[in-house]
């Protein structure tokens, strides 16, 4: 076939400062190191066909401390959310429709929990009290099976 689709998927981290240790609008629970609330996630760009066209499910593998530090998302929103500190990388596996016959792919985010970048960056970042790392990576189905080209076109 020489048909060629191309999904997109952007996999983005946010990270929300937490109230400090003592102030009655931190959440209970969050151990005392913890600086922020994170999320990680896997999306469609906004326009795209319905991410459930093609993704099926997908693996997050956090940082290894975490109680079951495997995540396993099977339906949409594709995102964990957790509380933590500093910075580490996040390993991501695709799982796509089985009527795709396409293998899983993978892809690794860098969780960025602190602030990060120039200074505009840093005081924007101090200002709203959120750190958002963003990536847009288009998957490319080369050889799409009649299946899944039907899916991601018809409309
Ligand atoms: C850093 N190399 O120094 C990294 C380590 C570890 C982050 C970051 C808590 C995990 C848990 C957490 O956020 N650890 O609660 O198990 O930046």
């Not at 609008?25 to 066909?49: C, F, Q």
Request: one cysteine or more; aromatic letters at 10%; a negative charge.
């Amino acid at each position: 076939s020489n048909k060629r689709i191309k999904a997109g998927t952007s996999t983005h981290a946010l990270s929300w400062q937490l109230p400090p240790v003592g102030h009655p609008d931190r959440p209970k629970n969050v151990p005392d190191d913890h600086t922020k609330r994170w999320t990680v996630y896997v999306r469609s760009p906004e326009g795209d066909p319905d991410i459930r066209a093609w993704l099926n499910k997908v693996s997050f593998k956090i940082f290894n401390t975490y109680e079951n530090p495997l995540r396993m998302v099977e339906r949409p929103p594709f995102e964990v959310t957790e509380t933590g500190w500093g910075g580490f990388s996040i390993d991501i596996r695709l799982h796509f429709q089985p009527i795709s016959g396409e293998k899983a792919q993978y892809r690794q985010h860098f969780l960025q929990l602190e602030k990060y970048g120039n200074e505009k960056q840093q005081a924007e970042q101090e200002r709203t009290g959120c750190v958002r790392i963003e990536m847009l990576e288009p998957i490319h189905f080369n050889e799409p099976t009649e299946a899944l080209f039907d899916a991601l076109t018809s409309e």
